[in-house]
T-cell receptor, first 114, second 114 residues
Framework: DTAVSQTPKYLVTQMGNDKSIKCEQN?????MYWYKQDSKKFLKIMFS???????INETVPNRFSPKSPDKAHLNLHINSLELGDSAVYFC?????????????FGDGTRLSIL | SQKIEQNSEALNIQEGKTATLTCNYT??????LQWYRQDPGRGPVFLLL?????KEKRKERLKVTFDTTLKQSLFHITASQPADSATYLC?????????????FGKGTKLSVKP
């Protein structure tokens, strides 16, 4: 009965590779997000989708490409991985796009670049 | 420049005491503020939301205040227990058109000793 689930939980790969992280929510929410939490523990928004439409796209290298096949899924594809991409990536969802919407987070994908 | 700061990286208190965590911000005008709890290896979990026109919000042993003049929120846990040990994140809910957007602080790691 997991609300927001991400796979894989751990991802260890070489620099230059391409990888994908998947996220699914079973809460019936319309809005989904990707966040990056770096080694300094700051949690920063990367992307936000509402009903499969891109809403927020922060200053993120275009090597990162989100894809939302339906409103319950938001995947993140990363091309040409770099050392600085090592971080924990969190998926989250909320009921809608408006303010005052609590967000529900997955448990993160720990990406390590060798 | 815009900043959000949580008073200390770590806070150690004795079981049964009240824990008080501080969140200060500059150059933002949030309409809402949210508090989350994050355990090691897990995603943040929503705790409380307070609106700019609310002075105080309570939920069981938790209390949040929001002073838009001081640009500060205080988060209190009364009768603290070792199970309350975790990192607590404050998040400003910043308006981007009609879209809410959370800006997270770095968090305060609370340790409650028995």
């Amino acid at each position: 009965d997991t609300a927001v689930s991400q796979t894989p939980k751990y991802l260890v790969t070489q620099m230059g590779n391409d990888k994908s992280i998947k996220c699914e929510q079973n809460l019936g929410h319309d809005t989904m997000y990707w966040y990056k939490q770096d080694s300094k523990k700051f949690l920063k928004i990367m992307f936000s989708y509402n009903n499969k439409e891109l809403i927020i796209n922060e200053t993120v290298p275009n090597r990162f490409s989100p894809k939302s096949p339906d409103k319950a899924h938001l995947n993140l594809h990363i091309n040409s991985l770099e050392l600085g991409d090592s971080a924990v990536y969190f998926c989250a969802s909320s009921l809608g796009t408006g303010k005052a919407q609590p967000q529900h987070f997955g448990d993160g994908t720990r990406l390590s670049i060798l | 420049s815009q900043k959000i700061e949580q008073n200390s990286e770590a806070l150690n208190i004795q079981e049964g005491k009240t824990a008080t965590l501080t969140c200060n911000y500059t150059n933002y005008s949030p309409a809402y503020l949210q508090w989350y709890r994050q355990d090691p290896g897990r995603g943040p979990v929503f705790l409380l939301l307070i609106r700019e026109n609310e002075k105080e919000k309570r939920k069981e042993r938790l209390k949040v205040t929001f002073d838009t003049t001081l640009k500060q929120s205080l988060f209190h846990i009364t009768a603290s227990q070792p199970a309350d040990s975790a990192t607590y994140l404050c998040a400003l809910d910043i308006k981007r058109g009609s879209q809410g957007n959370l800006i997270f602080g770095k968090g305060t790691k609370l340790s409650v000793k028995p």
